[in-house]
């Protein structure tokens, strides 16, 4: 018999690897600040604590965003889209710094025609948030 508690997770299409993507975007300003995966066990924490976690395919493992950092993720809306195999989470960013390069979004590139400019400056050095 299925877990009540966990029936909810059926409506994901998890890819081969057990994963689904996952887009955290500002609940507020609606930029897209990053994309990450997501395994059963942190989509449930993710739920269950209203705060992103992430599953690492390089470190393999889940995490909590700002774990180390401290540029955590308040989750205000989850989100599943109509085939099941991507989940929005509308947040509010810690720090307003989303990427591990110390910018406020992955997304600083953009597309200008014949090469990517980055258009986004840095907010905090890497260095100082990681202490590497």
Known sequence: MQ?????????VKWNEQGLVCAIAQDAQTLRVLMVAWMNAEALQQTA???????YSRSRQKQWMKGEESGHTQKVHQLRLDCDGDAVVMLIEQAGGIACHTGRESCFYRVWN???????DAVIKDEAAIYGK
């Not at 877990?3 to 409506?11: E, F």
């Not at 269950?48 to 992430?54: C, K």
Request: proline share 0%; net charge negative; hydrophobic share 45%.
């Open 3 to 11: 877990n009540q508690q966990t029936a909810w997770l059926d409506a």
């Open 48 to 54: 269950a604590t209203g705060f992103a976690h992430y």
């Open 113 to 119: 025609g014949s090469g990517w400019e980055v258009v």
